[in-house]
């Protein structure tokens, strides 16, 4: 049976990073890196939430909510 070569360098689970197998263990995420990792893994969820709030505000319910809010911030 082939077997194939294995990879040199592997993507943190954690930020995405492309780490050399041989240094994971010594890898430390950016803060940074995180953050925009997740927000491109959320990004799905995150189009959906944001859909439906619009759909949500457009209905009597969400207009009133919403003009609730601005009232209640100017006060």
Known sequence: MLELPQPSFMPCSECGASVAVAQ???HVC??????DYRMV???????????????YLRTPRGRFEAWYAEHRRAA
């Open 24 to 26: 994971h263990d010594l």
């Open 30 to 35: 950016e803060p940074d890196r995180v953050v």
């Open 41 to 55: 893994t959320l990004r799905p969820e995150l189009e959906q939430f944001e859909s439906e709030l619009e759909s």
